[in-house]
């Protein structure tokens, strides 16, 4: 039952912090496109890929103190930081879990902005399509994002440096 919670755990202990619930929600997707067993459901939402199994499964994880949500006041919004508690490794250290390596790809992702990880979420949402279709598909669902043709070029060389 717990299989589930222990892999995000797992997920926090090797990034050590997340910034951002979007950032987050769009590493967990893009780790799941390069085969990383997380089980969470993802459907299209505002920012591109969603699950909301994820939100509750990190909402269940820091009330049962597992993980620490850190509340930033930006003045006009609010920004969250995650990160793995004392609690958290105990339980991890207690759960065998049969987990690839993923340190290099969740640095990799960790180091990008939202913005990016949200494009290139988008873009594997939509990877069935042609690679044009898929560009098509990103200005036509977030145009207020204006991506450059450069902005794309880049996700498509990160997508097949981290898939």
Same mark, same amino acid.
């Given at each position: 039952?717990?299989?589930n919670h222990a892999?995000?755990?797992?997920f926090?202990?090797?990034?050590?912090k997340?910034?951002?619930?979007?950032?987050?929600?769009?590493?967990?997707?893009?780790?799941?496109?390069?085969?990383?067993?997380?089980e969470?459901k993802?459907?299209f939402?505002? *920012?591109?890929? %969603?699950?909301?199994?994820?939100?509750?499964?990190v909402?269940?994880?820091? =009330?049962?103190?597992? &993980? $620490?949500?850190?509340?930033e006041?930006?003045?006009? *919004?609010?920004? %969250?930081?995650?990160?793995?508690t004392?609690?958290?490794?105990?339980?991890? =250290?207690?759960?065998? &879990? $049969?987990?690839?390596?993923?340190?290099?790809?969740?640095?990799?992702?960790?180091?990008?902005?939202?913005?990016?990880l949200?494009?290139?979420a988008?873009?594997?949402?939509?990877? $069935?399509?042609e690679?044009?279709?898929?560009?098509?598909?990103?200005?036509?669902?977030?145009?207020?994002?204006?991506?450059?043709?450069?902005?794309?070029?880049?996700?498509?060389g990160?997508?097949?440096?981290v898939?």
């Open positions: 039952m717990l299989t892999k995000l755990i797992k926090f202990h090797v990034a050590t997340v910034t951002g619930r979007k950032k987050l929600q769009k590493i967990i997707y893009i780790l799941q496109q390069c085969n990383i067993p997380f969470e993802y459907r939402h505002i *920012y591109g890929p %969603y699950s909301e199994e994820l939100t509750l499964r909402e269940e994880l820091c =009330n049962l103190h597992f &993980l $620490d949500e850190i509340k006041d930006k003045g006009h *919004y609010y920004q %969250y930081h995650y990160q793995i004392s609690a958290g490794n105990d339980f991890l =250290n207690q759960f065998s &879990l $049969d987990m690839p390596d993923m340190e290099e790809k969740v640095s990799l992702l960790n180091g990008q902005s939202s913005r990016f949200e494009l290139v988008t873009m594997l949402y939509f990877a $069935d399509l690679k044009s279709d898929v560009e098509a598909k990103v200005h036509e669902l977030k145009p207020k994002q204006k991506y450059s043709a450069e902005e794309i070029a880049r996700a498509w990160f997508i097949d440096e898939i």
